[in-house]
């Protein structure tokens, strides 16, 4: 198996890992997680092509779909509260 693959399963298993955090810890590796994406995907996509490179990119946008919606509704100056679900409203 190639780095890559290799970095990208490493990857999943501490996004999941992650996501079992309480939300107070979550933010830090999260984060972390979300800048690293690009790069990683980068790199899938320069080992294997850009099928590959797509099927990674699915599977961040899949994991990461709540974050990537507040960041993208927040960047727009759009209701931040309509992204979030019943449960994480205060």
């Known amino acids: 198996m190639s780095l890559s693959l290799m970095l990208a399963c490493f990857w999943a298993i501490a996004a999941t ?9 979550q933010f830090p590796p999260g984060l972390t997680l979300l800048v690293l994406a ?3 995907i980068g790199f899938i996509g320069y080992e294997h092509g850009a099928l590959l490179a797509l099927v990674g990119c699915a599977g961040f ?18 209701d931040v509260q309509r992204s979030l679900g019943p449960e994480d409203r205060v």
Do not use: D, E, H, N
Not at 61 to 78: D, K
């Open 61 to 78: 946008v899949s994991m990461f779909r709540r974050p990537l919606i507040f960041y993208v509704r927040r960047w727009t100056g759009r």
């Open 38 to 40: 690009p790069f990683l």
């Open 17 to 25: 890992i992650t996501a079992l955090l309480p939300m107070r810890l």
